[in-house]
């Protein structure tokens, strides 16, 4: 009989290339069973790539809305105006964004500057020290059945899709995360954002033909 992938990894000691300290945690969820922890293993970075078109088409757009609408109201260039930018940390981002381009001989424009921001800066631009911001401006970008909504409607569930996000982009487990709502709360954002959007998300997702039918078992 022809040997699984995962009996081929086994007896080529995978357990040291993924390090045992990371792939421990799988074999705990399969009860102690290495097989089944490397079947979770593939599980999960499966998942991981299946979220990645919902989560690329959420960042892109949250961050091309929320720079259409600063630049309509203010410039192109309002990413480096100190007054809207009063975090320190969204500005050592900036300047940090800045010398990427400078090293990569990249010239400095707010296309460009726009595009090296990560997801995380975007979000911040919903905290509560932008509350005013919101109200002025950016309350624009997201609508639900013709209305407006709060700030705080959207700043919620885009900090757990962060978190995901942010766990996806170390390749940590996620296994253990209610994947299925954050799926679909990532399509439902995207459509506050942009119907057109979601419908590409939507149509591109595989993320509902990789989980499992049946859900996912882990023992505790």
């Known amino acids: 009989m022809q040997k699984t ?3 081929i990894a086994i007896e080529g000691g995978i357990q040291s290339v993924l390090s045992t300290e990371r792939i421990q945690r799988y074999i705990n969820w399969a009860s102690g ?8 293993y593939a599980l999960n970075t499966r998942l991981s790539e299946a979220l990645y078109t919902p989560l690329q088409m959420l960042e892109i757009t949250l961050r091309n809305k929320i720079h259409s609408t600063m630049s309509h109201h203010f410039s192109e260039n309002w990413l ?3 007054n809207i930018i009063t975090a320190s940390n969204q500005r050592d981002r900036i300047e940090k964004a800045k010398s990427d381009l400078s090293s ?12 090296k921001l ?3 800066f975007w ?4 905290n509560t020290e932008y509350n005013q911001l919101w109200q002025k401006y950016l309350y624009t970008i ?4 013709g209305r407006t909504l709060s700030r705080k409607q959207l700043a919620t569930p885009l900090s757990k899709i962060r978190t995901l996000r942010n766990r996806i982009a170390h390749h940590e487990p996620i296994l253990h995360w209610n994947l299925i709502d954050h799926h679909k709360q990532i399509l439902e954002i995207t459509r506050w954002l942009s119907p057109v959007a979601h419908e590409w998300s939507q149509h591109h997702s595989r993320f509902l033909q990789v989980y499992p039918i049946h859900g996912i078992q882990l023992s505790r």
Not at 33 to 40: F, Q
Not at 104 to 115: A, C, F, G, I, Y
Not at 123 to 126: C, K
Not at 142 to 145: D, L, M, P
């Open 142 to 145: 997201a609508t639900e059945n």
């Open 123 to 126: 979000t911040t631009m919903l």
């Open 80 to 82: 480096e105006n100190d």
């Open 33 to 40: 069973n290495l097989e089944d922890g490397l079947h979770l």
């Open 118 to 120: 990560m997801f995380g």
């Open 104 to 115: 990569e001989r990249k010239e400095n424009t707010p296309h460009q500057l726009v595009t």
């Open 5 to 7: 992938i995962i009996e």
